[in-house]
Nanobody, 118 residues
Framework: VQLQASGGGLAQAGGYLRLSCVAS????????MGWYRQAPGKQRELVAD???????NYADSVKGRFTISRDNAKNTVYLQMNSLKPEDTAVYYC?????????????WGQGTLVTVSS
């Protein structure tokens, strides 16, 4: 599985960006998908995730501002980020965890940089 993230860039505080992550593979609809971020000097943290059935989960810091969604026909997961804050500045990674047999395998996208200016 390959994940290709895009959509990062520079935004002003209060602005918005939409990240996209395209996944290879014919069984995308069965994948759990997540967005993580890592700010300079900090650990990578979960931002939001979405199950194969469409259930979503958000970090408290982004609830009400970010929305994760998926388009199974396009093998794509999105992260709509509104009301951006300078503390949202980070490299954002898409992630999936695929069970194969008794094991689970992590796959990460290459990351896309989001910079929010005050």
């Amino acid at each position: 599985v390959q994940l290709q993230a895009s959509g990062g860039g520079l935004a002003q505080a209060g602005g918005y960006l939409r990240l996209s992550c395209v996944a290879s593979g014919s069984t995308f609809s069965s994948y759990y998908m997540g967005w993580y971020r890592q700010a300079p000097g900090k650990q990578r943290e979960l931002v939001a995730d979405i199950s194969s059935g469409g259930s979503t989960n958000y970090a408290d810091s982004v609830k009400g501002r970010f929305t994760i969604s998926r388009d199974n026909a396009k093998n794509t997961v999105y992260l709509q980020m509104n009301s951006l804050k300078p503390e949202d500045t980070a490299v954002y990674y898409c992630h999936t965890l695929i069970p194969i047999g008794v094991y689970e395998y992590d796959y990460w996208g290459q990351g896309t940089l989001v910079t929010v200016s005050s």
